[in-house]
């Protein structure tokens, strides 16, 4: 049984979430969650609370940018690490003024990135 | 071959003779009108119970005259109008009045039964100046009234009343007389009075109305008939209230009879002189109108001088486009003629026998409408060329609302593109490198197949690499999420050399201007990388009078030329297409700057 830190996939892509599972799962996360939109990835933080949100930027109703600073109004709000499979060139400013820990692109997830992006 | 006039409406004024009239008509009408008023000539001279014989007479003539000379010549220019017509039954009307003057009992009595109607034909002249037309449905319901109270309510006036008991003594017989009734008729006579003063109020309300509302050129017109009618309808008026109230002694009665007589006998020599002042400024504006065209004038000065030619200010003229089978404003704008309701008179100007456009202008220019056609022919090479002009002005503006749309839908196809990419094989790849590292982990311990897995995933990650700069080069999705200022901040820190943004829009602007502005930007950043040797870019983009100016420079090697560099060619294109202009300020060894002015409302 995975014990590692809980957390939850954020992504309208199914294929890339049932993925991103498997590498979080086999590197050792704990996922308690997956959401496919901005509304019920909220609904599963507040019911879950995972340590971790790994969040796309682009969602069908929301942006990762706007989830990101609701996930942080929460009262115990998980780390969010942002992604997409667009680079993050431009992004920079959004990524830091929305409270996210991090931008990592789809292709470079990996425990380590991720450990990089929250020490 | 005629050419398709869809759109286009003939002059709606048909001109003389294009209504047929029989000039036979004319002239017996005028011989009968002038036989009848020297017929009646004698009988006045004898008439013993008649006070003011000789005045009569010139009564007789002057006013049966005019009318029916006046009435003719207005007849004779426009078939089509009432207004001639309805002069000539005024004077016809006029000699019923002149034979109730005079001594045969038969033509006493004839005159006598119709001596009112000469006022109903007045009002309905009055009304019905200058179009020949009751504008309104008052106007129809008076004209009615004055009709019925002269001619059939007028009638038991007549059945019932011997002059004598009203103090003619010596007037002839009446014939029509059945019994001799003083108090009904007087009770009677005053009711019509009554009915008679309430016309003559909204006769005299109307003119003044209309007379407010006219144009300049119309006034001209009708200007003097509605002052001369109204003080007809004010001394006809008070003649009726002195036959109600008895105030005066006869002697006054008859000097409002004749002042009423006076006024209505000017009414159709002020209305020729009307005709004649409004024709003669005009033709006198005609000649200074072929004067002007022949120096050179500015575009524009075409209508301005046509309307002052014509007297009328109120002057619009439409080029006709055969090509696209419609008429255009002087800037090109696609206008609709008036239609016929509007008020508003139409005049084809054609060169060569091919129709080059229309002049649109006040009804009232149109009892000569010969003046605006001579206006126009003098006009019609000016108005060709205005015509070329404006037509070029029409393709130009198809042609940017066409190329617009192309912009637009070029936007639009790019980024469902983009899309399609990032959400299809992008989405795979990532997927794909995501199974590889797992895979990976799992094989650790075999070194072969590591290596292979590697290489494997270095090859996925040139594939992941190139299709995201594809994807960037086709629509910046950062661009349409973020704006520009987030894409030029991308744009800047992945160039290979510090790149300064001095000021950014923060507001969003339109799709195109921002994807203009953004290629721009890319463009001379990857020029600068290329071929500048720069150690520094500069990035400035601002919003400056319904524009916004993109510049950027660098402190390079300069020489960049865009008639060789196909990167600036492109980009010349793709900011003329959204009606930009670019620049490209390159000396050698000053450094490059690439500026880009685009429209921005």
């Known amino acids: 049984m995975p014990v590692g830190e809980s957390v939850l996939i954020v992504d309208d892509h199914a294929g890339f979430r049932a993925h991103a599972r498997r590498l979080l799962e086999w590197e050792g996360y704990r996922v308690v969650g997956e959401a496919a939109d901005g509304a019920s990835a909220l609904e599963a933080a507040r019911e879950l609370r995972p340590e971790l949100a790994l969040v796309d930027v682009h969602l069908p109703d929301a942006n990762g940018f706007e989830l990101t600073s609701w996930l942080g109004a929460l009262s115990d709000p998980p780390a969010v690490v942002l992604t997409s499979s667009r680079d993050g060139a431009g992004l920079e400013s959004c990524v830091s003024a929305c409270g996210a820990r991090g931008f990592v692109p789809k292709s470079e997830l990996s425990r380590r990135a991720v450990e990089e992006l929250l020490r | 071959m005629t050419q398709p006039r869809s759109g286009a409406r003939r002059a709606r004024d048909p001109g003389p003779g294009r209504l047929r009239l029989d000039p036979r008509l004319l002239w017996a009408l005028g011989a009968g009108s002038a036989a009848i008023a020297l017929a009646l000539v004698p ?336 006009a019609a090479l000016a108005l060709e060329n205005a015509r070329l002009e404006a037509e070029l002005r029409a393709k130009v503006e198809e042609l940017s609302a066409s190329r617009a749309r192309i912009v637009d839908s070029g936007y639009a196809a790019r980024r469902r593109l983009e899309r399609d990419l990032h959400d299809g094989a992008q989405q795979r790849l990532v997927s794909l490198a995501l199974s590889l590292r797992i895979l990976r982990s799992r094989v650790a311990a075999d070194p072969d197949a590591v290596e292979e897995l590697d290489s494997a995933r270095g090859e996925l990650d040139q594939a992941l690499s190139e299709l995201r700069e594809l994807a960037r080069g086709i629509h910046p999705s950062v661009l349409t999420d973020r704006g520009l200022d987030a894409a030029l901040d991308g744009l800047a820190r992945r160039a290979p050399l510090p790149v300064d943004l001095e000021e950014l829009p923060t507001e969003r602007l339109p799709d195109r201007v921002e994807s203009a502005a953004y290629f721009v930007v890319a463009e001379a950043l990857t020029n600068v990388a290329k071929y500048a040797h720069a150690t520094r870019a500069c990035v400035n983009v601002r919003r400056l009078d319904g524009q916004v100016l993109v510049e950027v420079s660098d402190d390079g090697v300069g020489g960049a030329d865009p008639a060789t560099g196909s990167g600036l060619r492109g980009l010349l294109d793709r900011v003329s297409a959204v009606g930009g202009r670019l620049e490209v300020d390159s000396r050698p060894g000053q450094g490059t700057t690439v500026r880009a002015a685009i429209p921005c409302a």
């Open chain 2, 43 to 378: 009988f006045l001279a004898t008439a013993d119970f008649l006070p003011d014989r000789a005045l009569w007479i010139v009564l007789d003539v002057v006013i049966g005259g005019g009318f029916t000379a006046v009435g003719l010549f207005a007849w004779y220019r426009r078939p089509d109008n009432r207004v001639g017509a309805l002069m000539v039954a005024t004077a016809f009307a006029w000699y019923f009045v002149v034979a109730g003057n005079t001594e045969p009992a038969a033509l006493w009595t004839f005159g006598q039964l119709f001596s009112n109607l000469f006022a109903a034909t007045a009002i309905h002249l009055l009304l019905a100046v200058p179009s020949g037309r009751l504008e309104t449905e008052l106007d129809r319901v008076v004209v009615g009234i004055a009709y019925v109270a002269t001619t059939v309510l007028w009638l038991p006036v007549l059945l019932f009343s011997d002059p004598a008991d009203f103090g003619c003594t010596d007037c002839p017989e009446n014939l029509l007389l059945i019994d001799a009734d003083a108090g009904f008729t007087d009770a009677y006579f005053d009711a019509l009075g009554v009915v008679g003063i309430a016309v003559m109020v909204t006769v005299l309300a109307r003119l003044f109305q209309r007379w407010r509302r006219a144009s300049a050129p119309l006034r001209r017109v009708v200007g003097p008939v509605f002052l001369v009618g109204g003080a007809f309808m004010v001394a006809l008026a008070a003649l009726l209230a002195a036959g109600l109230f008895e105030p005066f002694g006869h002697g006054v009665t008859m000097s409002i009879f004749y002042a009423c007589a006076v006024a209505f006998g000017l009414v159709p020599y002020v209305f020729l002189a009307g005709l004649v002042r409004g024709r003669w400024l005009r033709g006198r504006g005609l000649g200074t109108l072929i004067n002007r065209l022949g120096q050179p004038h500015q575009a524009g000065t075409l209508r301005a001088e046509l309307a002052r030619a014509l007297g009328d200010p109120s002057v619009e003229l439409a080029y006709w486009l055969p090509d696209s089978g419609q008429h255009v404003d002087a800037d090109g704008r696609p206008v609709e003629l008036p239609p016929a309701e509007a008020g508003r008179a139409v005049t084809e100007v054609e060169r060569d026998g091919r129709p080059i456009g229309a002049i649109v202008h006040d009804p009232a220019l149109l009892d000569d409408p010969e003046q605006v056609r001579a206006a126009g022919a003098a």
